[in-house]
């Protein structure tokens, strides 16, 4: 079994627990009320500000050419998400636009600094376990609302689409398979902190979209 494979079994509790989050089980049947999904829109349009730096530094830091193209693809494009958001769901869902200026809320700010610090900080096979779960947890959550939701004039159906494709799918591929070839070429020791890792930001993934429902400010 890939290491990968191994790590989605070790969360499948957590993922149980986030398909029966009201966030998500609204957002699948369109009910989410508008205050929390723009709340959410905010928060996720600076997270991914982060995000996608992260992604690009931890490209600067591989030596294989291939996985640094790819990951700074990665992060460019989590950058067109955000910039996508501006231009289409935040004038769709009446978000203010000094949300640019918008301050992390507790639960965005730890994961941020999290990946942050991982990636500073950790080696780099850590940091690499650290960034996936915000792939395959959104590419896992977008195919099951497409697979299950019955709501056809769903309003935020422009969200799922976006994590639901199979473009968004080939990306988690190519993410989980460097993942893998690292944990494969590393040390127990690594691995077991890489599970630490995938298993803290699955933790925040919930902890994120929960934050959002209840509107958790400092
Ligand atoms: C918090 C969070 N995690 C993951 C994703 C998907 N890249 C996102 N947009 N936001």
Redesign the pocket.
């Known amino acids: 079994m890939t290491w990968t494979d191994q790590a989605w079994q070790h969360i499948q509790p957590l993922y149980s627990n986030i398909l029966a989050m009201p966030f998500i089980e609204q957002l699948k049947n369109g009910t989410l009320p508008l205050d929390k999904f723009q709340f959410y829109m905010q928060q ?1 349009a600076r ?2 500000e982060h ?1 996608g730096r992260v992604l690009a530094y931890l490209g600067s830091k591989t030596g294989d050419n291939d996985q640094a193209l790819d990951f700074f693809d990665f992060g460019k494009n ?1 950058l067109i ?1 955000e910039r996508a958001l501006h231009e289409s769901y935040f004038s769709q869902f009446g978000i203010h636009e000094d949300s640019d200026t918008a301050d992390l809320e507790p639960i965005c700010h730890h ?1 941020v600094h999290f990946l942050k610090s991982t990636a500073a900080f950790d080696p780099l096979e850590v940091a690499m376990a650290a960034v996936l779960p ?2 395959v947890i ?1 590419k896992e959550v977008g195919d099951y609302i497409i697979a299950t939701q019955t709501n056809q004039a769903n309003p935020y159906k422009n969200w799922i689409d976006t ?1 639901s494709g199979p473009e968004f799918a080939i990306g988690v591929q190519k993410a989980e398979n460097y993942v893998n070839a690292m944990a494969e070429n590393t040390t127990e020791a690594i691995r077991a902190q890489m599970l630490e890792a995938y298993v803290k930001a699955s933790r925040m ?1 919930f902890k ?1 979209w929960e934050a959002a429902y209840n509107k958790t400010a400092w």
């Open positions: 996720d997270y991914l995000y989590a998400v994961y915000c792939f959104y994590y993934e994120f």
